[in-house]
């Protein structure tokens, strides 16, 4: 099973970015996927969260409106799309998933860092 991110990077205040995560070893069109995040110091936090079909999704308050997440069950890839990113976004992300036999898998993580 392998969750592997891509996209991170350095980016200014008020940018965007586009967080890529690519599944294989499990039946990904079953699966919720999740986004969640790490700050240095900080707790792990739960960003956004798809349900299988991508018909369902959740955020956490602090980036609502402003984070979009979204799945290509044919291309086997969860996408987290950020925009008007802000300082307090900088963070590890990190893909998750759980799948339809309650498994759960963890990706390495991407740093996002949001500074001038």
């Known amino acids: 099973v392998q969750l592997v991110e891509s996209g991170g990077g350095l980016v200014q205040p008020g940018g965007s970015l586009r967080l890529s995560c690519a599944a294989s070893?499990?039946?990904?069109?079953?699966?919720?996927m999740r986004w969640y995040r790490q700050a240095p110091g900080k707790e792990r936090e739960l960003v956004a969260n798809?349900?299988?079909?991508?018909?369902?999704?959740a955020y956490a308050d602090s980036v609502k409106g402003r984070f979009t997440i979204s799945r290509d069950n044919g291309k086997l890839t969860a996408y987290l799309q950020m925009m008007s990113l802000k300082p307090e976004d900088t963070a590890v992300y990190y893909c998750?998933?759980?799948?339809?036999?309650?498994?759960?898998?963890w990706g390495q993580g991407t740093q996002v860092t949001v500074s001038s």
């Open positions: 998750f998933a759980w799948d339809d036999r309650s498994r759960t898998y």
């Open positions: 070893g499990f039946t990904f069109s079953s699966a919720y």
């Open positions: 798809i349900d299988d079909t991508g018909d369902n999704t």
